[in-house]
């Protein structure tokens, strides 16, 4: 759906067809290389004999003039030469002769094409590439690449890629936009014997790309979690329409400003700003990795049960890893189980008398496989505990493999019924044992940190599952404030002055402390008086003044009308003579506020539109930086989020005598979104919020 409710993306093209034709790409049951080579230096070799060897059911056909057979198996002219219908293609010809192969294939009905030749876009040729955008979305083809390196799909034994062999069957997918990171992550995968029940190589996404594939894995019941390595987005507003229904971990590169350029040049997509991608993430219900073992780690946890409920236990063999677990859980908000006596009647006959009960349970170097065994059995059995993370230290007198033997034993018994992630730390034997768990379909790595932040994610997938399905649209803006907006067009400026957006964001519903403007002096007392203001701040209004305070334009806390006079008789005096040239249109009058100071603002990114901000503001926001976004359109659920992301979160919520009226803030992020689209940026800095409400005490729009 795009944001204006419909199912068309940005060419007109309805995605669901797209994302149901890519069922002849993961399931066909015919399939032609086309530029298959007999000689094995070659891309369409490689493809061919990765089809063949994986063992894929599916009639194959190979497509080369020159040829009869290869490997064995026939070979035909052209795509219209085969003998039956051909569901999927692999294009893997020179680039000149791309468009003529996609031609056949659409002659011959192929609904589901992979373009392995590169030579497109990502060296500037956007025009070639556009043509064959242009016939798949004629025929419904969905279409992979160009420039990529092919996929795989384990439940259908299709290896259609130039990538390695053998790849380790599981139930994650995982999409790559680096062709080169995809098949060198895929040999990791296979070294740690991490399962993989697909792996995408997106290329230069002319057709397909992230959206369609998760809304087509949201539907595979071969698939539990989906793990995608991004560089940038083409269409952001259409990847803002992405329905979420199974957990996806991203791994986003491109995050400082250097890596940012290298992604936009690597890949023919914009990066965009970092804080706006997580944005995107957390507002469309993505779990967000920084590394490629922790997004393996999380995606692998993702594919446990989901927990019943928040308590958890630590069972260990050694004290040190057992307190770096806790550590990890307290920072990321996993919940110990944390009572003494229950603990002590269920863990003490598992473990020496010298071993400790209290969570992290200790069954110490001398417990042995058995003592491993029956803690995992107490732990997977016992209702009262929903969550298990088992932790080994390799030692001379235990063989890792035996513990991890022993975890699979109980695991399997009790038929996986919650969440089990493990890690295990020492040398050559216990990597086998990591290897051996994850084969079995059991989290485990060599990093605590990774296990809990797993585990945590398996949480927060619970929280995001749970949320309400809203439909969101970005609100009207009202007449008032758009036809401030319009005035200030047509006289030719790109700025409203500050009575101006106080107008305009004041007619969209952002609250307002008591304000007026002023052209003479006893125009400002007679505001003062008559709407009780004092005390007032004062601030000099014209067009040709930016930085008011330099030239002596802003005075605070007056306090009664014999100062208002003078203050403002003043200012005009300093302010004409440090800025001669300046045209000066009066005061600006604003109440005096107390409270915790924050920031909302809005501004247009390239890829996504309207963000809004929100965080500290002040010289908080110069200095910590602490602040979130979303994309418009977003919700009320969806503005306490926001709020509730940022760091100092605690100081909203009333740390040592600060605190925040958080309704007024979500009425003021949800009325901002009214003129988002007529305007380029807007700065409320501060907001000012306390237990009665909050203020926008100074407000900016651009337009």
Not at 319 to 332: K, R
Not at 367 to 376: D, F, H, L, N, T
Not at 533 to 549: C, F, T
Not at 605 to 615: E, L, N, T
Request: with cysteine; net charge neutral.
């Amino acid at each position: 759906m795009s944001p204006d409710g419909s199912s068309e993306g940005s060419s007109g093209i309805d995605t669901r067809v797209k994302v149901q034709n890519l069922k002849k790409v993961f399931n066909p049951k015919s399939v032609a290389i086309v530029g298959a080579s007999s000689e094995p230096g070659k891309v369409g070799y490689q493809v061919l004999n990765n089809v063949i060897k994986n063992g894929f059911k599916g009639k194959v056909y190979p497509i080369n003039k020159k040829a009869t057979e290869i490997l064995g198996v026939p070979c035909f002219p052209t795509v219209s030469d085969c003998p039956t219908d051909v569901d999927f293609a692999v294009i893997a010809v020179p680039a000149p002769m791309v468009e003529g192969v996609l031609k056949e294939c659409a002659q011959k009905n192929v609904k589901g094409v992979v373009i392995i030749t590169s030579g497109f876009s990502e060296i500037g040729k956007k025009k070639e590439e556009q043509v064959l955008k242009d016939l798949a979305d004629k025929h419904d083809m969905a279409l992979l690449g160009p420039n990529t390196f092919g996929f795989v799909y384990t439940p259908s034994n299709l290896n259609a890629s130039f990538g390695p062999q053998n790849v380790t069957p599981g139930k994650i997918a995982f999409i790559s936009q680096s062709g080169a990171l995809g098949i060198s992550l895929m040999g990791w995968t296979m070294m740690e014997k991490i399962g993989l029940a697909s792996v995408v190589s997106l290329g230069n996404k002319a057709d397909i790309g992230e959206k369609e594939l998760i809304e087509y894995f949201n539907d595979d019941p071969n698939v539990s979690v989906i793990l995608i390595y991004m560089e940038g987005i083409k269409d952001g507003r259409q990847f803002m329409t992405t329905k979420i229904k199974k957990p996806v971990v991203m791994l986003k590169s491109g995050t400082s400003s250097r890596g940012a350029q290298a992604a936009a040049s690597h890949t023919g997509s914009l990066s965009g700003s970092d804080k706006i991608y997580t944005a995107v993430f957390n507002q469309l219900g993505m779990m967000r990795a920084r590394t490629f073992t922790q997004a393996f780690a999380t995606a692998c946890c993702l594919s446990m049960p989901e927990p019943k409920g928040e308590e958890t236990i630590i069972i260990t063999n050694g004290g040190g890893i057992g307190v770096s677990a806790t550590d990890e859980c307290e920072n990321s908000g996993v919940k110990l189980l944390d009572d003494h006596v229950w603990l002590e009647e269920r863990f003490r006959p598992t473990m020496p008398e010298f071993g400790s009960t209290k969570n992290p349970i200790d069954v110490t170097g001398g417990g042995g496989r058995a003592g491993y065994q029956k803690a995992v059995r107490v732990a997977l059995t016992e209702e009262r505990i929903h969550s298990v993370v088992v932790l080994y230290c390799e030692t001379a007198v235990l063989d890792p493999v035996e513990v991890a033997k022993a975890v699979i034993d109980e695991y399997n018994a009790v038929k996986r019924n919650k969440p089990l992630v493990v890690t295990m730390v020492g040398g050559e034997r216990s990597r086998q044992a990591i290897q051996i768990l994850n084969e079995n379909q059991i989290p485990a790595m060599t990093e605590v940190r990774e296990a809990i932040s797993g585990l945590k994610a398996l949480y927060t997938w619970k929280e995001i599952s749970s949320r309400p399905k809203e439909k969101t649209k970005t609100p009207e803006i009202p007449v008032k404030a758009l036809e401030v907006i319009e005035r200030v067009r047509k006289e030719g400026r790109t700025f409203l002055l500050e009575h101006e957006s106080r107008e305009a964001l004041e007619a969209c519903g952002v609250p307002m402390p008591k304000w007026g403007f002023a052209t003479t002096a006893d125009e400002a007392v007679k505001i003062a008086e008559k709407t009780q203001m004092y005390p007032v701040a004062m601030k000099i209004a014209s067009v040709d003044i930016i930085h008011k305070s330099d030239v002596g334009g802003v005075i605070l806390n007056i306090k009664n009308a014999d100062e208002m006079r003078a203050k403002f008789n003043q200012m005009m005096e300093t302010v004409k003579k440090n800025a001669p040239k300046a045209k000066l249109l009066g005061v600006n009058l604003c109440q005096m506020v107390d409270g915790l100071q924050c920031i909302v603002g809005m501004n247009k990114d390239p890829q996504f539109g309207p963000a809004v901000m929100f965080g500290l503001g002040g010289i908080f926001v110069e200095v910590l930086k602490d602040v979130s976004f979303r994309i418009v359109p977003f919700s009320e659920n969806e503005a306490q989020r926001l709020v509730g992301e940022i760091k100092a979160k605690k100081l909203l919520d009333g740390y040592r005598g600060q605190g925040a009226h958080k309704e007024s803030i979500i009425k003021t992020l949800m009325a901002i979104q009214k003129i988002a689209e007529h305007v380029k940026e807007v700065d409320i800095n501060p907001l000012i919020t306390n237990k009665d409400g909050s203020f926008a005490v100074d407000a900016r729009i651009i337009i």
